[in-house]
């Protein structure tokens, strides 16, 4: 009984931690008007670069070893940090799209309920490359693969500009330029 109870309660807090993992801590978020303010820009290519195999053997074969291993930690390094930022962005869009999920058309709640479906998953996706990238640092000869992350946060940027130009029919492609 008391191993039943242990193993419901800590299956009660992992689900915890997941939800708070997958919703995000960010401020309330009501339009895009000040969208810019909580956004961190992320550039795709620099990260595409930083995790990028063939990049990865170039160095290797081109680096003696000990100077390869600390550019290739430092380079995974750099890539957490963009992963985390995208995450951080994607709590912001999940609170924008929670939003506009609200709203009376159902045009703009659609593409809120896609934006939050797409934040989420991006969220989690993030706390599972980040896993695979700091395994990268600890053991360099491991192969990563977190380059479908990138196409993950250009498809919830494309959600957003959709969103935007339901919105905002004359402003909202500017939002692009924000992410």
């Known amino acids: 009984m008391i191993t039943t109870s242990v193993l419901v309660g800590t299956s009660l807090l992992a689900l915890l931690f997941l939800i708070r993992i997958a919703k995000g801590r960010a401020s309330t978020i009501h339009g895009l008007d000040n969208l ?8 795709v290519n620099a990260f595409r670069n930083l995790v990028d195999p063939e990049e990865e053997e170039f160095l290797r074969t081109n680096l003696p070893p000990a100077e390869f291993r600390a550019i290739h930690r430092e380079r995974l390094r750099a890539a957490v940090d963009y992963v985390s930022c995208a995450a951080q962005n994607a709590a912001v869009l999940l609170r924008l799209g929670e939003a506009a999920r609200r709203s009376p058309d159902p045009a703009i709640a659609e593409a809120g309920e896609t934006l939050v479906d797409s934040a989420i998953r991006l969220r989690l996706y ?9 395994l990268g640092i600890l053991l360099p000869g491991v192969r990563l693969s977190p ?5 993950s946060y250009e498809r919830m940027t494309g959600l957003v500009i ?17 992410l």
């Open 36 to 43: 810019g303010e909580h956004i961190r820009p992320v550039d």
């Open 147 to 151: 380059v479908s992350f990138a196409e």
């Open 162 to 178: 959709q969103l935007g130009r339901l919105q905002y029919p004359a402003t909202g492609a500017r939002v692009a330029a924000a």
């Open 126 to 134: 993030a706390f599972h490359a980040r896993g695979r990238i700091y």
